[in-house]
Nanobody, 122 residues
């Protein structure tokens, strides 16, 4: 079955950078409609950080525009999130999300990664 494998989280200082990656691993993936990153800070709701569709359209939370960049490697079924100029407000657990189809006879389904902690010290 499909699993989303995340990596790249860690602890950085304000102004630093991190690069998150998320690979969708499975014996079969027919197509990926969209992949993205969400985050959930302590005591807050999970929110969209960035999303990229199969057509290349991107969406970003206002709070990260100009600092974060989402990209894809279709051959690897992998999505990346380059995070620059990190702020303490970016501290959260970041979750990979994928909307994908595994077979011609199936519909799209949504999958979630287990989350990776990003901590930005002040």
């Amino acid at each position: 079955q499909v699993q989303l494998v995340e990596s790249g989280g860690g602890l950085v200082q304000t102004g630093g950078s991190l690069r998150l990656s998320c690979a969708a691993s499975s014996g079969r993936i027919l197509s990926i409609n969209a992949m993205g990153w969400y985050r959930q800070a302590e005591g807050k709701q999970r929110e969209l950080v960035a999303r990229i569709t199969s057509g290349g359209s991107t969406n970003y939370a206002d709070s990260v525009k100009g600092r974060f960049t989402i990209s894809r490697d279709d051959a690897k079924n992998t999505v990346y999130l380059q995070m620059n100029s990190l702020k303490p407000e970016d501290t959260a657990v970041y979750y990979c999300n994928a909307d994908l189809r595994i077979a011609l006879w199936s519909s799209n389904n949504v999958y979630w990664g287990q989350g990776t902690q990003v901590t930005v010290s002040s």
